[in-house]
C-alpha cells in the first residue's frame, strides 16, 4: 500500500491539532454578509489588539458564514483551529 503522507513534510510542528469552538446565541435579528468570515477576522483581529504574526499564527473557520439570517435565540459558531505552535488565543 503507498503512503498517503509523504514522511518527509514538516508535519509534526503542525501536531496536535485542536479547535476551539466559540458559541454565540443572538439576542437580536441579524443579517451578516454572505461569506463573512473576513468580516469576523477582521473584528477579531481588532479586538484582539497587537498580536505578533497574526496572520500565520490565527485562523478561524466559520462553518455558517453562507447563513445571512439570523434570530434572538438562534446561535452562531466559529472555531479557533489550533495547532502545537500557537500558545495564546
Known sequence: MAEIIDP???LTDLLPIRSA???LECLEAGRPHFFHQAALTAYLRFLLGEVPDYHT?????CPESGRVSYQPGDFYRYAYPV????HYM
Open 8 to 10: 518527509s513534510l514538516p
Open 21 to 23: 469552538v466559540v458559541t
Open 57 to 61: 499564527k490565527i485562523r478561524i473557520d
Open 83 to 86: 495547532n502545537s505552535g500557537i
